[in-house]
Structure formats: C-alpha cells, structure tokens
C-alpha cells in the first residue's frame, strides 16, 4: 500500500494558477512513477500528466502541455502539479496515482494507488 494525499485545490479565477501536492507515506516513493489525473462531473477520468521514478522524464496530455507542469521531491515523498493559465474546462477533481512500472503510462488500469482528491475550480 502507499498512501497518498492530495493538497493544494482551490477556486481561482480563470487565467489563475494553482500547485497541487501529493505526498506520499513510506520509504517507496522514488520506485513509484506518478500520474496526475482529472474527473469532471460526469465525465470520464482523464490522464493530466505523469513523471518517472527519478523526475527526469515527464509526459502531458495535449490539452494541458505548456500550462502545466508536474515535479517531484523524493526526499520529500511528494510530487507537484503547477497549473498555469486555468481555464474553465480545468474544473474537476484532481487524483494523483502511484504505478510500480518503470513506465509512463496514461491509462487509469494501469496505477496501482490513488489519492482521495482534491478539488479544482476555476470561475470564469
């Protein structure tokens, strides 16, 4: 098991920025790739980002590349999300995810852990 809480979600105004944390429990972490997904009312969850073990590699979905940007701390357990630029269509709660797999994965089935999530509201 590792658990993981997120923090960090808000309400902002459009064009605003947020930074979203999750921390993990454990000494683990770094074995962890770490995905970043979103669910809207009444949408499907959607891949955000995700980034590899040691945070050297990062992959984004098309619909947030060059606002966003994900991170990580190993000494600290916890990975980051900066949002930049929010648009209305941001809104939703945002879950991050923990896959053992030395691999980027988009796919939901494919972590093993997840937040509780927090909640993102951008107004317009």
């Known amino acids: 098991q590792v658990p993981l809480v997120e923090s960090g979600g808000g309400l902002v105004q459009a064009g605003g920025s947020l930074r979203l944390s999750c921390t993990a429990s454990?000494?683990?972490?770094?074995?962890?790739?770490m995905g970043w997904f979103r669910q809207a009312p009444g949408k499907e969850r959607e891949f955000v980002a995700a980034i590899s073990r040691s945070g050297g590699r990062t992959y984004y979905a098309d619909y947030v590349k060059g606002r966003f940007t994900t991170s990580r701390d190993n000494a600290k357990n916890t990975v980051y999300l900066q949002m930049n630029s929010l648009k209305p269509e941001d809104t939703a709660i945002y879950y991050c995810?923990?896959?053992?797999?030395?691999?980027?994965?988009?796919?939901?089935?494919?972590?093993?852990?997840w937040g509780q999530g927090t909640q993102v509201t951008v107004s317009s």
């Open positions: 454990g000494s683990t972490f770094s074995s962890y790739t």
């Open positions: 995810a923990a896959n053992s797999y030395n691999t980027i994965y988009s796919g939901p089935d494919q972590y093993d852990y």
